[in-house]
Structures are given as structure tokens and as C-alpha cells.
């Protein structure tokens, strides 16, 4: 069984985070380990308080993790502080997994920050290098590139900008702007496009947590980047189209459903 470990925060309300990622590995067939970097607070409502994990302890559980497990692929989320940043991209030049998959997480969707303003130049320097794919959502690469996105066209600068922070693939997640939601990959020659009829509902909570563990557990698959992302973007669609709407806010994916309804489960 492939093994797919997953660096981020925890969401207890279970929609992102480290809940999204493991039900993802676990609906992709993979076994799921987890390093926390921050407790958060949270609802469908949004981001109430975040506790980082200390670096010491962060580093404490990637050795735990890699001393003893083969790892076949990881996805980095939420890092929340420099402290961690560094000692995160300290280990994985040490133990050098196949495949990195960085969701380059800096706020909640009630506009919470989940990384610190300052600890943005640092995940660009340390981390981007490392990624075989990087996945930002349109907020985040205006932050990272400093352009303003409204457009496909400008969304095509800010990858290709991105790309040349060094990044191997850029992939620009479309959700934020109106219409059908496009996704564009770059990889330093050329543009690809995913785009979606958007399914409309509320319950978007972990969209972005979920497409970048997906990614990551097709890769540990044996997946070729763009076949990885075709696979993912079919898998949150579903997760989406089938979402439940728990609480009072945006609520969660729904990560079961195909296998669910498979196994007779759902009428
Ligand atoms: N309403 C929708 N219908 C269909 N696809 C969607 C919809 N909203 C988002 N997506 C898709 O879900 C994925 C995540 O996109 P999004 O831009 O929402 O990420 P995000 O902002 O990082 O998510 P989050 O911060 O909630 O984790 C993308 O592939 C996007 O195209
Ligand atoms: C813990 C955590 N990671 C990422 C996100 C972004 O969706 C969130 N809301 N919470």
C-alpha cells in the first residue's frame, strides 16, 4: 500500500486540515500519515483561535514518521510560522520523498490568517524549490506575485510568475473567480486548462486542502502530474456535487460518496 504523509493543520469542525487530507488518502486507497503544525479552532463559520505546534515538536514527529515509514509522496498545507517553515523544509532535504505536493495555505475563507504575514517570503524561498507541484488559490498567488487576478489571461502571468520562484509545476486554482472554475497548470512550457461547470452551493469548505491531497495520493499511485490533477479535479467535483451541509456556514466535501454508493451505503 502507497504511503502519503500530510504536513498541515488541524481543523477540528473536519472539513480541511489534516481531516480533509487523511479522508482523502483514505478514499484514494493510500495510507494516511499526518504532522501537525497548528490546532485551529474552527466551524463552517470560519477560523476562531490557531495554537502552533513548536518547532521541536514539529520536527519530532517527521522524524518519527520518516525514520521508521517509507513515505511515497507529501502534502504540504498549512505551516503557519517561520519556525516551522524552516524546520519542514530542513527535513525534507533530508529525507528527500519522491513527490511534494505544497498547497501554499495563507488564510481561511472568513479571512483569517493561518500563516504569518512575515512567514511568506520564507515559504516562497524554502519550500517552492522543493515542490513538484505547488497549488495556489487566486488570493494567494495575487499575495505571492503581487499582480491582480481577475482573468484567465492574468491568470496565466501569475503562474508562469510563480513558476519562475521555482516551483516545477504551477497549479493556479480558478475557484474565486465568477463562472465555471478554471485551474491552470504551468509547467514551464505550456498552459493546461481544467475547467468545471460550477456546482453551485455553499459548501466549499477544504475545496483546496482536498484537490492537493488528491493530487499527492494519484502521485503516490504512479500518476504522471497532469493525469494526477485530471483524477483529483474528477474527485473533488464529486466530493463537492454530494457535500453536506453541516453547520450554520460553508459547510464540508462529501469524500465518500462514489464509494458509498458503491458499497450500497447510499440509496
Ligand atoms: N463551486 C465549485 N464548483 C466546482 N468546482 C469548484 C467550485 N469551487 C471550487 N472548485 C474547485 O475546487 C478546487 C479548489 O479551489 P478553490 O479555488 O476553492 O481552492 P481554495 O480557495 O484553496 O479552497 P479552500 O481554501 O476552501 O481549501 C479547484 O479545483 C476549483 O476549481
Ligand atoms: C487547518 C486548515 N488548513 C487549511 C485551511 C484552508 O482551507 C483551513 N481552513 N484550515
Known amino acids: 500500500m502507497k504511503k502519503v504523509l500530510t504536513i498541515a493543520g488541524s481543523d477540528g469542525s473536519g472539513g480541511a486540515g489534516i481531516q480533509a487530507d487523511l479522508k482523502t488518502f483514505a478514499a484514494h486507497g493510500v495510507f494516511g500519515l499526518s504532522v501537525i503544525t497548528a ?3 474552527q466551524n463552517t463559520l470560519g477560523v476562531q483561535a490557531v495554537q502552533d505546534i513548536d518547532r521541536e515538536m514539529v520536527s519530532k514527529q517527521i522524524e518519527a514518521v520518516f525514520d521508521d515509514i517509507e513515505v511515497d509522496a507529501v502534502k504540504i498545507g498549512m505551516v503557519s510560522q517561520t519556525a516551522t517553515i524552516e524546520t519542514i523544509a530542513g527535513a525534507l532535504k533530508k529525507y528527500t520523498p519522491e513527490h511534494i505536493v505544497l498547497d501554499p495555505v495563507m488564510a481561511a475563507k472568513n479571512g483569517c490568517h493561518l500563516l504569518k504575514k512575515e512567514a511568506e517570503t520564507l515559504l516562497i524561498k524554502e519550500l517552492f524549490p522543493l515542490a513538484e507541484i505547488v497549488t495556489p488559490n487566486i488570493p494567494e498567488a495575487e499575495a505571492i506575485t ?6 484567465l489571461q492574468q491568470m496565466e502571468e501569475a503562474a508562469a510568475a510563480i513558476f519562475r520562484l521555482g516551483a516545477r509545476n504551477v497549479l493556479l486554482k480558478g475557484g474565486h473567480l465568477e463562472g ?9 512550457r505550456e498552459f493546461l486548462y481544467f475547467t468545471q461547470a460550477r456546482i453551485e452551493t455553499k459548501n466549499t469548505h477544504g475545496t483546496g486542502c482536498t484537490l492537493s491531497s488528491a493530487i499527492a495520493a494519484n502521485l503516490a499511485l504512479g500518476r504522471e502530474v497532469e493525469e494526477a490533477i485530471t483524477l483529483a479535479k474528477d474527485y473533488i467535483t464529486v466530493a463537492i456535487e454530494h457535500s453536506l451541509p453541516l453547520g450554520r456556514g460553508a459547510g464540508p466535501t462529501h469524500h465518500f460518496y462514489a464509494l458509498y454508493k458503491k458499497a450500497g451505503l447510499i440509496p
Open 39 to 41: 490546532v485551529t479552532a
Open 146 to 151: 503581487g499582480l491582480g487576478i481577475d482573468n
Open 180 to 188: 465555471n472554475p478554471t485551474d491552470i497548470l504551468y509547467n514551464g
